[in-house]
T-cell receptor, first 114, second 111 residues
Framework: EAQVTQNPRYLITVTGKKLTVTCSQN?????MSWYRQDPGLGLRQIYY???????DKGDVPEGYKVSRKEKRNFPLILESPSPNQTSLYFC?????????????FGPGTRLTVL | EDQVTQSPEALRLQEGESSSLNCSYT??????LFWYRQDPGKGPEFLFT???AGEEKEKERLKATLTKKESFLHITAPKPEDSATYLC????????????FGSGTRLSIRP
């Protein structure tokens, strides 16, 4: 079954404590992306990756890091989380190339930073 | 500045009452426009992709249309299970990796 998995699904942490949210896909997709979703602001892209070892900033990259060492995994790293990073986070994947525009989203990770 | 605006923010309908959701966009070179459905606590689920003005796509009670400035998601004779937030997003020629989302329309269908 085609899947995008995220872990953890829920996380409550404190300011400054480093954390990693994992994203894994089994569809052999080249393109992976992270979004955050906040009320009234919609989904905003944090970082994306076109393939292994190729990453780039989205619209709201400040305070986040990513890495793409393997095709199937794209972790999101918060080195020093702050309360304004409290949000609902989604990982998304798709094939790269013309016409391959359908994104598949993970189930989401709800993060609370106290 | 590239922008996507959805209206209304929220819409409550009676079961069977047809209506339309709007997605207007101001972008420099539209490559594609997407519609997603999002249920509470879940990730967005893909519905349609539209590439050129005049194009239409249908799926069950939903039909998406596209003009040069906006897209409509028409819902015909909706049922309570159509209740969800509907998201519109655009992809640009200038940066095919970048997807810009609207803030969504929260649709509620009363039995």
């Amino acid at each position: 079954e085609a899947q995008v998995t995220q872990n953890p699904r829920y996380l409550i942490t404190v300011t400054g404590k480093k954390l990693t949210v994992t994203c894994s896909q089994n569809m052999n997709h080249e393109y992976m992306s992270w979004y955050r979703q906040d009320p009234g602001l919609g989904l905003r892209q944090i970082y994306y990756s076109m393939n292994v070892e190729v990453t780039d900033k989205g619209d709201v990259p400040e305070g986040y890091k990513v890495s793409r060492k393997e095709k199937r995994n794209f972790p999101l790293i918060l080195e020093s989380p702050s309360p304004n990073q409290t949000s609902l986070y989604f990982c998304a994947t798709r094939l790269a190339g013309v016409g391959a525009d359908t994104q598949y989203f993970g189930p989401g990770t709800r993060l609370t930073v106290l | 500045e590239d922008q996507v605006t959805q209206s209304p923010e929220a819409l409550r309908l009676q079961e069977g009452e047809s209506s339309s959701l709007n997605c207007s966009y101001t972008v420099s070179g539209l490559r594609g426009l997407f519609w997603y459905r999002q249920d509470p606590g879940k990730g967005p689920e893909f519905l349609f992709t539209l590439y050129s003005a005049g194009e239409e796509k249908e799926k069950e009670r939903l039909k998406a249309t596209l003009t040069k400035k906006e897209s409509f998601l028409h819902i015909t004779a909706p049922k309570p299970e159509d209740s969800a937030t509907y998201l519109c997003a655009v992809q640009l020629y200038s940066s095919a990796s970048k997807i810009i989302f609207g803030s969504g329309t929260r649709l509620s269908i009363r039995p």
